[in-house]
């Protein structure tokens, strides 16, 4: 199987350049880690993890993602989905995130058919994020 | 069909004006390559300098196409240059001699006749050379030349070996015992016998990959007819004791079948010493041609098998169908060669495992498949902890190997081999296996180490596993979603 020329430029760049790609991490104790959701999906014995990281703000009373990281353990097409995913992430509301789907990401990234749970994955893991922050809102 | 005008040839004819016009051919020595006047395609009117002009285009057209052809070449030479091959597991490139040897018997020139004919000399002469390559094949492994039964490669060979042998003697009973490491040739061919009621005892191997002899006695029953084991496994290289095996089965007089798909022509094998009844072979894994094999079926004590295929009773009817020469001759010659060579490209092999081990050894969170020793060093299988194999894979572009992850087969299915060594999933998720062979050059194997060490890093500081382990975290403990 060959993956797309989209899929293999995403993987490429993220593994050249992970900074820019947004792959890292926030630590308790960082500055606004309250402010941070997170969102681990998959399982290493099923060869895909996925932790994405999601900052928000309040901006004029609606909680918009100012920044995203994220780490995958996986196959090069669920380190090029969720790449993909954090580009579509950054500056949405929360609303407009818990909105995407993974078909966005298949199309995007001309994802083969046995591919499809890598977007399906990069879909739970915002989900996920968006839940955990909420939870942290409500503590507050 | 022509018709004729006055004795004109209507090609020559045609009508303008309502008047027929008479079309003069241009004389071949005055066309250029294209077929045209060449006095309008080079603008000379004089003959002689028309014809001077155009054998200098001629010459330039020359020049041109062959120095594009050698660019065109280059390129793909070099495409192939970066591209390391470490797959020689799956299969070889074939050994430029015996290309030179199955060109000989394919055209009317060379020897294209039927093996089968009898009558006359193009049947002969084919015959002669599917039995020299028998022969070939049969001192690679201390054998009968009658011994060897030609297939279309080691799938069919194990299929016949299995299935003929379960059928022609079912009445002595129904029990096949096989591992669960086995090539899937032989896996699945005891899945389909289960469906006709035979029972498969699939033995495990030990955390190393092997077979112990003390399985096989102990599993043997009064109605086992037939072991199935390999000599060499293809994800993990490890060698089984087959010497051990072989009389363990000859004492409870049960059939032994070996596939020896990987091992023939790359480790000494002996028929003449080793208790073994029934053994596959393959061409394509030894530099010889794909669709091409053979089946080894011991004749004292004899093993009877009941055939696959039906037909003109070639093979003394064991495998009908016409023999394909030029496979077969590429077979005998590659046999030939490996068992010139064999000592050599071991010892290369071995040097090549080595250089790749010692750069890599030191590497946190690094396990070896199998085990080095008591191992063909041609195959060699590695774990990457936290790092998934296809993701690896596609970092190292520029190097052909395989991996035991899910994500790299169509099952989705992580290594069924390193499953069954006791390897958790996510070590089978993070092999890659590399295969080394007769063409593999010393800098390939030293330019790979720091390459896997750079990928392996890369990949690591984007896995959120090498981070929970950096930070102490127990993955087994954690309940994953």
Redesign the interface.
Known sequence: MAYSQKVVDKFEETLNNPEKASVGRWKPGDEDFHRVGTGIVGAPACGDVMKLQIKCKNIDGVNRIVDARFKTYGCGSAIASSGQLIDMLKGKTLEEAQAISNQEIVDILELPSIKIHCSVLAEEAIHRAIDDFKSLRTND | MWYTIGGMDKKYLFKRNNTWWVKVPVPLYLRDSLGFDLRKSTGEKDLEKALLARDKIVSDLKSKFVSERQNNQSAEASIKERTTYFDYASTTPVDERVIEKMKDCLSFEGVFGNSGSRSHVYGWKAEEMVEEARVNVSELLNCDPREIIWTSGATESDNLAIKGAANFYQSKGKHVITSKIEHKAVLDVCRQLEKDNYEITYLDPDENGVISPDAVKNAIREDTVLVSLMHINNEIGVINDIEEIGNITRANNVIFHVDAAQSAGKVPINLGSLNVDLMSFSAHKIYGPKGIGALYIRRKPRIRLQPLFHGGGQERGIRAGTLPTHQIVGMGEAFRIANEQMEMDLQKLTNFRSILWNGLKDMEEIYVNGAIENSFPGIFNLSFN???G??LI??LKNIAVSSG???TS?S?E?SYVLRALGR???LA?SSIRFSFGRFTRTEEVENTVSLVRN?VS??R???????MYQDGID?DKIE??
Do not use: G
Request: glycine content about 0%; hydrophobic content about 45%; some cysteine.
């Open positions: 936290f790092v998934e296809e993701s596609m970092a992850s899910a994500c169509a989705l992580p958790p999933d996510e998720h990928s890369k990949l500081e984007i896995s959120p596993l090498w981070e993955l994953w979603a």
